[in-house]
């Protein structure tokens, strides 16, 4: 694992609008909505970026609303960059973890691959193959 390992990080919502005033407002910045390249494998699925600069340090990372992820408790997502999300995701299982979700595109973003931890967090791994 390479130093400064998070990699992206998302924070799921219910309500876009209510939430993308807040944090707009709260950080006196605007988000930017992040369109998605399959709309037909992601129906139910909302992204609105924070500001991101990969030139710096620091993680980008967005608000979601995606159908089935509720907001509050266990809402927030960390992803882990990696070589390839399907070797981590495989190692995840092999070692009391379990796949959510097997490796998948993200278009020109990539791939991730979302797991359980040991105690039931949801974490997501992101690579670029």
């Not at 998605?36 to 129906?43: L, R």
């Not at 609105?48 to 990372?61: E, I, K, L």
């Not at 882990?80 to 020109?108: L, T, Y």
């Amino acid at each position: 694992m390479k130093p400064n390992p998070v990699g992206w990080f998302e924070i799921y919502v219910q309500d876009m609008p209510r939430a993308v005033a807040f944090y707009e407002a709260m950080l006196a910045t605007k988000l930017e909505n992040l369109p998605m390249s399959d709309p037909e494998a992601w129906p139910d699925l909302e992204m609105w970026a924070f500001p991101m600069d990969y030139n710096v340090t620091g993680s980008a990372g967005s608000l979601v609303k995606m159908g089935g992820c509720p907001s509050g408790g266990n809402s927030t997502i960390v992803y882990f960059s990696c070589e390839d999300c399907a070797v981590d995701a495989a190692r995840a299982a092999a070692n009391g973890g379990s796949i959510f979700k097997e490796k998948m595109g993200i278009g020109e973003h990539g791939f991730i691959a979302l797991v359980l931890d040991t105690e039931g967090n949801m974490i997501g791994l992101h690579s670029m193959i």
